[in-house]
């Protein structure tokens, strides 16, 4: 024997506790049946119906604000009253391609870029306030 202790012994002793609370039994360790997997096609659809609700609850409504923003910037007027993205309110004076002067106060305008402009407001709105 040399020594060494015989393979038997190693495989003939019985388990204790820890291996039996620690280690998984060898049914649940066992894959599924080879006649029960399927090509995966449950995934897949899981996945797609992911990023169709991705698209529908965040990407195609703040593309329809996006397209709504663009439309009332380009309609903007000389004489409409705004509110700019930094809260200023003001009433347009002047407005160019990208730029347009805001008049907060009398004899006080500020330029600021027409995509900054966040809110086209009623008009007599900065009268009532």
Known sequence: MNGEFPMIYFTALPKTALETIVLISPAWAQGAP????????EQ????I???ALLYFLMI???MKRSKEHKQMT???QKGDEVITSGGVL???TKIGDTYASIEI???TEVQVQRS???TLLPKGTIKSI
């Not at 080879?34 to 096609?41: D, I, K, N």
């Not at 897949?44 to 996945?47: A, H, V, Y």
């Open 116 to 118: 900054a402009i966040q």
């Open 90 to 92: 003001g009433k347009i």
């Open 60 to 62: 195609r409504p703040q």
């Open 49 to 51: 119906g992911m990023f």
């Open 34 to 41: 080879a006649g029960a997997s399927g090509p995966g096609y």
């Open 74 to 76: 380009e309609a903007l």
């Open 105 to 107: 106060a009398p004899n």
């Open 44 to 47: 897949f659809f899981i996945i």
